[in-house]
Structures are given as C-alpha cells and as structure tokens.
C-alpha cells in the first residue's frame, strides 16, 4: 500500500525556520514527482514545490522562491522542505503529494497524497 507520511511541522516565529520530511513506502520512488502543497484555512489548496525524479529538478511558487528549498534523499525514500525566513501567511497545513514522473500544477495529476501537517507562522 503506497504510503507518504510527512513530519516536521510545528509553530515558529516570523523569520524562523523548519524542515518538512515527507517519507513515502509502497511505491516505486524514483519514477515519482513529490510535491508539498499547501492549504490555509478557508483558501484553495497551493502547490508549493515539487521536484522531479531522476535529475532532482525542482520548481517553487514565487512567493517561497529563495526561502524555501526542496531536496531528496533517495536512498530513505524522503522528500524535505527546508522552510526558512517563514512569514505568517506561510501558516497552512502542509501536504507532500506523489505524481507519476513529472510535477503538475494540478492536484488530481497527484496520486498519492500524505495526511498533512501544521506550519503555524505566529508574528
């Protein structure tokens, strides 16, 4: 069964930092993009960053570019966020998503998808 577990979450302090992990089982990794995407309370679910399998490519929303950075660890099977200068409207329950071989900026392209976690950004 295809599993993505993420971890790492928490509350900070603007300008602080965190690291996501998104650990994923039951699947071939390395033919996955994996994806964090975001949801604030009452807003539309975002994507955030997703990297690609094989060359670890990675793209990023603007508003995370240069604060944010997505990395792999394939031999653990984990995927991190490493969130720094964090800003309050960076507060949103964090979700890593799995899509067969390349990154979408679509959600259902996303087949896998982990339970989440809280980022809470205070100011």
């Known amino acids: 069964e295809a599993q993505l577990v993420e971890s790492g979450g928490g509350s900070v302090q603007a300008g602080g930092s965190l690291r996501l992990s998104c650990e994923a089982s039951?699947?071939?990794?390395?033919?996955?993009?994996i994806a964090w995407w975001r949801q604030a309370p009452g807003k539309e679910r975002e994507g955030v960053s997703c990297?690609?399998?094989?060359?670890?490519?990675?793209l990023y929303r603007e508003s995370v570019k240069g604060r944010f950075t997505i990395s792999s660890d394939t031999a653990k099977n984990t995927v991190y966020l490493q969130m720094s200068n964090l800003k309050p409207e960076d507060t949103a329950d964090y979700f890593c998503?799995?899509?067969?071989?390349?990154?979408?900026?679509?959600?259902?392209?996303?087949?896998?998808w982990g339970q989440g976690i809280r980022v809470a950004v205070s100011s």
């Open positions: 998503a799995a899509a067969p071989y390349q990154c979408s900026e679509s959600p259902p392209a996303f087949r896998f």
């Open positions: 039951g699947f071939t990794f390395d033919d996955y993009a």
């Open positions: 990297i690609h399998p094989g060359d670890g490519s990675a």
